[in-house]
């Protein structure tokens, strides 16, 4: 390899560095609310920090919401493929869960309102 190869070599990485940094360095602030959203329509709105369990109920079935240490998760949910439970905890303001099968979505987001923070 030639020298001009290691520059530009090294100019990508730099490249990609500055890129995962802006990317995931400056990441979404810790968020206040969670959303729940049923087939379009707010349902509820919940506080983060306050430990609570709200059973989302829907005309294709059932999702069990979890909010505990300030995180939101689905615990349970009778979908056929059940991607919302094996979905990670969620916490930062834009972070979703979505239930396709139910037309369910739980979103975080730092104010009361159903708009998200970016």
């Known amino acids: 390899m ?7 070599i090294a100019v990508v990485l730099f490249v990609v560095a500055v890129l995962v940094f802006v990317l995931y360095g400056t990441g979404a602030h810790i968020g206040a609310y969670v959303t729940v959203e049923v ?3 707010v ?12 059973e989302i109920k ?21 979908c056929p493929d059940k991607i919302c439970v094996s979905h ?19 979103t975080v987001s ?3 309102s159903a708009e998200v923070d970016l």
Do not use: Q
């Open 58 to 78: 829907t005309a294709g079935g059932t999702n069990t919401l979890v909010i505990d240490d300030g995180f939101a998760y689905v615990s349970e949910a009778d």
């Open 43 to 54: 349902v509820e709105t919940l506080p983060l920090d306050k430990n609570t369990t709200y």
């Open 88 to 106: 990670r905890k969620i916490n930062k303001s834009g972070e979703s869960i979505i239930c396709l099968p139910h037309k369910v979505i739980v």
């Open 39 to 41: 087939d379009g329509t």
């Open 110 to 112: 730092s104010s009361e």
């Open 2 to 8: 030639k020298k001009a190869d290691f520059i530009l």
